[in-house]
């Protein structure tokens, strides 16, 4: 009897643990506040948890429906009207209707707002970068947000905008219960609160440095998750995560390093996944530096570093070097005007900081990300190819890091970081999602350089309707940005993801992140 029930037990405790689904990601949350983020992992764990007013249909940058069944714009696209999906309620039991998302929309554009916790350390800085800035900002895109009725919002512009809506469904803005935000305060979005979405899992706890734990939503208005439970794991080094994922203790898992295909190929337990090419990572030179100013001292560090060379090394056929910050798939913005990469040309570079003034070279600071990133998946390693290419000429570098979550806020802090390694995944299939992250006002405090003529150009690239008036903007934008040299484009990579031979149902985006909720283990032992 005893061994009948021993085997019925463990035969419970091996279902419940198939219908758990385990990822290895690269580190944890910096924050589950929607709207207050702009890391690649934070975007992951909130995709399970929210919706977002616009989706992309799985593997693409198209958009589909999410919590807005669908959206229209006036005849100069000055204003988007968004209807809502009716019946569809929070975590919590609340509705999500249109006073929702106005709160949602609204705390993260309007400084004065209750809710904002301005006062408390939120920034809700991707608002500025992907949005223009914020209420009363001359250069801000809403400049109101209208409740039609309970199922319909309006969103008014300062400026025409062709892709607010590709904007809305970037995984930033993630719709959260008001209820639950008031509730919290200050506290929500960290360990110490309980995020609320409309999304496909439930919030159930998150163990700070170790795991984020999740319940499906058994009343999601979509497709339903088909496991039991879902534990997103904080694994920072890449090593690791391959080592657990041969293992088993974890499911599936982002960001390998690019030698480990071969291994990853090698076991017949495992299934390589490539992500297609949707991101940059670059290299930021500060223009507060007494050095970097100088635009020769720039252009000379852009011929010393033998970026085809790093590429080859560290990328192992997953990552391509060229002079665009664009990746390949948005190459029809590029300007021909631009050759296809940086020169590299170490005499001419030593030269051109003698002609600067510094024949004898000096010191500058490298700021490397302490966590592995899809564009750059062994920072240290590559910051010390880079740091030698530039002791070639005579620079002498200082190899930096810090905690990441510090390391994003501190860029932004002046001084700022001297030179700083970072990277970005796109949002939506748009150039302006790469150029106006990173160019323009409220996204070039980490460089201090923003000329009138970038801001007007990035206006323009968001106004234009078709493809072939944005190509005549960014293709200006790249030669701009090529000729000042502020950041240098250094790889677009193919990130290496993999998963156990038993997980179904998995389709990566090209964004960097997707809910999980079309995933099975069946074979899952």
């Known amino acids: 009897m005893k061994k009948v029930l021993l085997t019925a037990l463990l035969s419970t405790l091996s279902a419940a643990s198939a219908a758990t689904l385990v990822f290895g990601g690269n580190g944890e949350p910096v924050s589950l506040e929607s709207g207050n983020i702009t890391d690649g992992i934070s975007i992951l764990v909130q995709r399970q948890i929210y919706d977002t007013l616009v989706d992309f249909e799985d593997g693409t940058t198209n958009l589909k429906p999410g919590l807005a069944t669908k959206w229209t714009a006036n005849a100069n696209n000055t204003a988007w009207t968004f209807t809502l999906r009716k019946g569809v309620r929070f975590h919590d039991g609340t509705p999500m209707n249109a006073d929702a998302v106005i709160f949602n929309l609204s705390r993260w554009w309007d400084k004065s707002h209750p809710y904002g916790f301005r006062d408390q350390g939120r920034t809700f800085e991707i608002v500025g970068e992907l949005l223009g800035g914020y209420k009363g900002d001359a250069t801000a895109v809403i400049k109101n947000i209208v409740k039609v009725n309970d199922s319909t919002v309006r969103v008014d512009l300062n400026k025409p905008s062709s892709v607010l809506p590709d904007v809305l469904a970037a995984g930033y803005f993630g719709i959260a219960s008001p209820a639950a935000i008031k509730k919290d305060g200050a506290k929500y979005g960290t360990p110490a609160s309980k995020p609320v979405g409309t999304g496909p899992f439930i919030f159930q706890s998150w163990r700070t440095g170790d795991r984020v734990t999740l319940l499906p939503n058994k009343l999601y208005w979509g497709e339903k998750a088909k496991v039991d439970q879902l534990v997103i794991r904080s694994i920072k080094d890449a090593s690791q995560r391959l080592n657990e994922l041969k293992a088993g203790t974890i499911d599936f898992a982002n960001d390998l390093t690019p030698d480990s295909l071969k291994s990853v190929q090698g076991d017949k337990?495992?299934?390589?996944?490539?992500?297609?090419?949707?991101?940059?990572?670059?290299?930021?030179?500060?223009?507060?530096?007494?050095?970097?100013?100088?635009?020769?001292?720039?252009?000379?560090?852009?011929?010393?570093?033998?970026?085809?060379?790093?590429?080859?090394?560290?990328?192992?056929?997953?990552?391509?070097?060229?002079?665009?910050?664009?990746?390949?798939?948005?190459?029809?913005?590029?300007?021909?005007?631009?050759?296809?990469?940086?020169?590299?040309?170490?005499?001419?570079?030593?030269?051109?900081?003698?002609?600067?003034?510094?024949?004898?070279?000096?010191?500058?600071?490298?700021?490397?990300?302490?966590?592995?990133?899809?564009?750059?998946?062994?920072?240290?390693?590559?910051?010390?190819?880079?740091?030698?290419?530039?002791?070639?000429?005579?620079?002498?570098?200082?190899?930096?890091?810090?905690?990441?979550?510090?390391?994003?806020?501190?860029?932004?802090?002046?001084?700022?970081?001297?030179?700083?390694?970072?990277?970005?995944?796109?949002?939506?299939?748009?150039?302006?999602?790469?150029?106006?992250?990173?160019?323009?006002?409220?996204?070039?405090?980490?460089?201090?350089?923003?000329?009138?003529?970038?801001?007007?150009?990035?206006?323009?690239?968001?106004?234009?309707?078709?493809?072939?008036?944005?190509?005549?903007?960014?293709?200006q934008l790249h030669e701009i940005t090529y000729n000042a040299a502020y950041r240098i484009p250094m790889v677009h990579s193919n990130p290496l993801a993999a998963a156990r031979s038993y997980v179904k149902g998995w389709t990566p985006s090209p964004l960097g992140s997707e809910p999980f909720n079309t995933i099975s283990v069946p074979g899952k032992k």
């Open 269 to 475: 337990n495992l299934v390589a996944v490539k992500r297609p090419s949707f991101n940059v990572g670059f290299l930021s030179l500060n223009n507060r530096n007494q050095y970097l100013k100088n635009d020769k001292v720039r252009q000379a560090i852009s011929m010393a570093i033998n970026k085809k060379e790093i590429a080859n090394a560290f990328w192992n056929g997953l990552g391509t070097s060229n002079a665009s910050f664009l990746p390949p798939v948005l190459a029809w913005a590029n300007s021909p005007k631009v050759p296809a990469d940086y020169k590299f040309d170490p005499a001419a570079a030593k030269k051109m900081l003698a002609d600067a003034g510094y024949p004898n070279g000096f010191s500058i600071d490298l700021w490397y990300m302490p966590v592995s990133r899809p564009y750059f998946p062994t920072p240290k390693p590559i910051a010390e190819a880079i740091a030698a290419d530039l002791s070639a000429i005579g620079v002498k570098v200082n190899l930096k890091t810090e905690d990441w979550a510090k390391y994003l806020d501190d860029r932004n802090k002046e001084p700022g970081f001297d030179m700083y390694m970072i990277g970005w995944t796109g949002d939506y299939g748009d150039p302006d999602n790469f150029y106006g992250a990173y160019y323009g006002s409220n996204a070039s405090d980490d460089i201090n350089w923003n000329p009138a003529n970038v801001e007007t150009l990035l206006q323009q690239g968001r106004a234009a309707a078709t493809q072939a008036a944005k190509a005549k903007v960014y293709q």
